[in-house]
């Protein structure tokens, strides 16, 4: 396998997006990823384009965009592994240049969920598990699924809706100070506690929202990296993929998500690094008690002891590890295709030393990152770790 890195990034607004079609929402993340990257369209060879869709007309769009985008011509392919689409989009260009097949590929993920009402997005993306079981029989929805979590650890390990809110709070502190993000606003205490309730404990500030979007990351083989002259190529260290049941019942427990487990672990082993030696990290935080079990499963904190790493500030900037500085998906966004992409912009931004912020740049030691994607409830999981 030859090296890989990323050598462009392009990220659009996040949010409630009725100001552009689809194809235009693509490109506002596509067009600075090309000039970032300082190459033009013909020289894409491949692109991995992530979308779930199905919430617009243009139900397969990766072609319609491709074209508006100007890529008529190179190998094209739409990814779908829930919400880690974007990864799995990442993990197709990424093979593509590290097995020679291209010198140049570009994964894009968008997805425009505003374009249906919140119970229409609720049992379409219910569909990400065992939608004939558990939807129709139950009425399992994301959030009941990760409120069955949520329940499960705060039995086991004493966990409150006060640390779950606490998640909240650093999320919407970082996405004030993200210009892409949904919500540029803070929280407080009161107002996620009083906040209505979805699935107890699962309140509207402990989810993340339902909104469009579009991030973009061109891949490069080391030499044409070299010949492009770039001067901070973020390296693809580490790669990790794993998946798990469709079935929650088949499941031995509700505390933690085998999937990150098995993928952080293979990540980490072809890295040849560990949790301790990471400068920042973007874990999955659809709801706010994921963030809390992603730090487990990746090995960040001890089984039952994520909620003292938020309370303790050991993730905030400045902290033992810096985790969604962005405002990770609670308070940055969560188009579902666009994800994956956002947290390697995010963290390519971060390892390059240029946040959008002074005052959410991380310092950086060993200029290593690591980007958490999970798709449902772990039934994919997908972990990527770069280094400047
Ligand atoms: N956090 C904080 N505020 C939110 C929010 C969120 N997640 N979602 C919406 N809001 C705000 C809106 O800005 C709006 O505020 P305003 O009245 O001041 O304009 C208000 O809450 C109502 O927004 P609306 O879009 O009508 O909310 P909704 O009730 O239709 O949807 C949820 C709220 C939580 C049910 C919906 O966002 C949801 O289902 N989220 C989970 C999505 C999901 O499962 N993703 C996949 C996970 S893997």
Redesign the pocket.
């Known amino acids: 396998m030859r090296k890989v890195a990323v050598i462009g990034v392009g990220h659009s607004k996040f949010g409630v997006r009725k100001d552009v079609n689809l194809s235009e929402l693509t490109y506002e993340a596509v067009k600075p990823a090309l000039e970032d990257a300082t190459v033009s369209m013909p020289d894409i060879d491949f692109v991995a384009f992530a979308t779930v869709g199905g919430m617009y007309e243009e139900s397969l769009p990766a072609v319609v965009a491709a074209e508006y985008s100007g890529f008529t011509g190179a190998g094209l392919v739409r990814c779908e592994a829930?919400?880690a689409s974007g990864s799995a989009a990442f993990y197709t260009s990424y093979l593509n240049v590290a097995s020679g097949m291209s010198d140049l590929s570009m994964a894009v993920g968008m997805e425009k969920m505003t374009e249906v009402?919140?119970p229409t997005?609720?049992e379409m993306?219910g569909r990400?598990g065992s939608y004939l079981w558990e939807f129709h029989n139950f009425g399992m929805?994301?959030?009941a699924y990760?409120a069955l979590y949520a329940s499960a650890h705060m039995a086991k390990y004493g966990t409150t809706e006060e640390d779950l809110a606490e998640v909240?709070i650093k999320a919407h502190k970082y996405g004030a100070m993200n210009p892409h993000a949904r919500?540029q606003k803070e929280?407080d205490m009161d107002q996620v506690l009083s906040?209505?309730l979805?699935a107890w404990p699962l309140k509207?500030?402990d989810?993340?929202?339902?909104c469009d979007g579009s991030a973009a990351v061109i891949l490069a083989s080391e030499e044409k990296a070299k010949e492009l002259g770039i001067d901070t190529p973020i390296w693809v260290k580490g790669v990790g993929h794993s998946s798990d049941t469709a079935n929650l019942s088949k499941r031995s427990d509700f505390l933690g998500l085998q999937a990150s487990v098995t993928a952080s672990r293979k990540a980490y082993k072809m890295a040849g690094v560990g949790p301790g030696d990471l400068d920042v990290a973007n874990v999955?935080d659809?709801?706010t008690i994921?963030e809390l079990l992603a730090y487990e499963d990746l090995g960040f904190a001890e089984r039952g002891k994520a909620a003292e790493m938020v309370r303790e500030g050991e993730t905030e900037v400045g902290g033992r590890l810096p985790v969604n500085v962005d405002g990770g998906?609670?308070a940055k966004g969560?188009p579902?295709g666009a994800t994956g992409c956002s947290m390697i912009y995010e963290l390519t931004k971060q390892l390059r030393d240029e946040a959008d912020s002074r005052k959410r740049q991380v310092p950086l030691k060993n200029n290593l990152a690591l980007a958490h994607n999970?798709g449902?409830?772990g039934h994919y999981c997908y972990v990527t770790i770069l280094e400047r």
């Open positions: 829930a919400c009402d919140t997005m609720m993306i990400a929805t994301f959030p990760y909240a919500f929280t906040s209505f979805v509207l500030y989810c993340s929202p339902i999955h659809c709801f994921a998906l609670k969560h579902i999970v449902g409830t």
